[in-house]
Structure formats: structure tokens, C-alpha cells
């Protein structure tokens, strides 16, 4: 089972500050690892495909990066509606994995 | 816009079958480009894939090893759903429970059901 580790699991962020969330993979994945965000008491939402690749509808400020064993997700300019928790989601090999989770919040 | 709904009782005895529904509209649970999965969430286990099903000329299954002896999804082309039954539930299966299409060429998860709590307790 691949085991996804993000860190840090918790950030307390001023608005316009740059975020930046890392998930690490215990083997390669080439680039197939998701990131979702999960605002309380919602389901989890699509906000990047395939390491890099922002799904439909999702602001530009948020990123994705890496490949192999090492990715980021980056939110440039932190804005309120973007406290949540985010998980990253490998699916590379069964059984799929998710993260741990970042817990964003506001300052 | 490919929406998914879910239904069910929120809550279960121990040992015996939890049960949940999803229905799809805007997509068809037969397409041969998606996979139907079930996904739950709590706080002990975080976010964990349970299973899956899909149609490629036949319908196929994939479940977690965790909880392969107790699972079946299946599907449902009459209604255009798919279900979940766990059998001989515990208090750890005491869960979020989430259905989610999941693309088939990039596998990721989108759209999401609107979650079901569960809680096994007598």
C-alpha cells in the first residue's frame, strides 16, 4: 500500500499569504497524485488532476507540482473562502490512498 | 453536470448490514470511461478507499483488503445507482460514508456524494 505523508498538518495563515502543502509518497508515483479541499461539514472537492492540472472552475491562485515521490500544493494569495482542509489522493496502484489532511486557517 | 445522491440509515447495529445507495444523474452507471466508488471518512482513519465498481464489457469489482470479506457494491442499471452493503459492522466501521465517480483515465474522484454519518451502535 502506498502511504501518502503531508505536512505540515496544520497552518495558520494571514489572507494574501502564499501557502505552500507537501505530500510525500513512500514509492514513485509518476504524477499521479490529486488534491482535493474539504470545507466543514462538505464533501471533499476536485481542485487538482494528475499532479499538476487544475480542475475545471478552480481559481488560479491554487497550484500543483512534482512528481515521483514529492508534490505541492500551492495557494498564492490565501483568501478567506479558502480555509478547509486539504487531502492529497494517490492513483497509481490499489488500494488508493489519501493524505492525512492540512488543516487551513485563517489568522 | 454529473450529480450523486445518496440514501440510507444513519444508523446500523453491530453485526449487522450497513446499507447505502447512490444514485447518478447525468451520467450512466454502465459507461465504460468511469469507475462507481464508495469512500469513507472519521477521524481515526482519515479518508480510506473501501471499493469500487465499473463496466468494461463486464462488471468488475475492487475492495480494500481491510474490508474485502465483508463488502459488496454493486450496481444497478434499472435505477442507474449503485450500493454499498458492509456486513457484520462494528463501532470502527462508525463512519462518513461517500460515493464518488472516479475518471478513468486519470482516476482521480469527481463529483462526490453528499456524505452519509453512519454510526453502528446498539
Known amino acids: 500500500e502506498i502511504v501518502l505523508t503531508q505536512s505540515p498538518d496544520f497552518q495558520s495563515v494571514t489572507p494574501k499569504e502564499k501557502v505552500t502543502i507537501t505530500c510525500r509518497a513512500s514509492q514513485s508515483i509518476g504524477s499521479s497524485l490529486h488534491w482535493y479541499q474539504q470545507k466543514p461539514d462538505q464533501s471533499p472537492k476536485l481542485l487538482i488532476e494528475y499532479a499538476s492540472q487544475s480542475s475545471s472552475g478552480v481559481p488560479s491562485r491554487f497550484s500543483g507540482s512534482g512528481s515521483g515521490t514529492d508534490f505541492t500544493l500551492t495557494i498564492n494569495s490565501l483568501e478567506v473562502e479558502d480555509a478547509a482542509t486539504y487531502y492529497c489522493h494517490q492513483s497509481s496502484s490499489l488500494p488508493l490512498t489519501f493524505g492525512g489532511g492540512t488543516k487551513v486557517e485563517i489568522k | 453536470q454529473v450529480q450523486l445522491q445518496q440514501s440510507g440509515p444513519g444508523l446500523v447495529k453491530p453485526s449487522q448490514t450497513l446499507s447505502l445507495t447512490c444514485a447518478i444523474s447525468g451520467d450512466s452507471v454502465s459507461s465504460n470511461s468511469v469507475g462507481w466508488n464508495w469512500i469513507r471518512q472519521s477521524p481515526s482513519r482519515g479518508l480510506e478507499w473501501l471499493g469500487r465498481t465499473y463496466y468494461r464489457s463486464k462488471w468488475n469489482n475492487d475492495y480494500a483488503e481491510s474490508v474485502k470479506s465483508r463488502i459488496i457494491i454493486n450496481p444497478d442499471t434499472s435505477k442507474n445507482h449503485f450500493s454499498l452493503q458492509l456486513n457484520s459492522v462494528t463501532p470502527e466501521d462508525t463512519a462518513v460514508y461517500y460515493c464518488?465517480?472516479?475518471?478513468?483515465?486519470?482516476?482521480?474522484?469527481?463529483?462526490w456524494g453528499q456524505g452519509t454519518l453512519v454510526t453502528v451502535s446498539s
Open positions: 464518488a465517480r472516479e475518471d478513468w483515465k486519470y482516476h482521480w474522484f469527481a463529483p
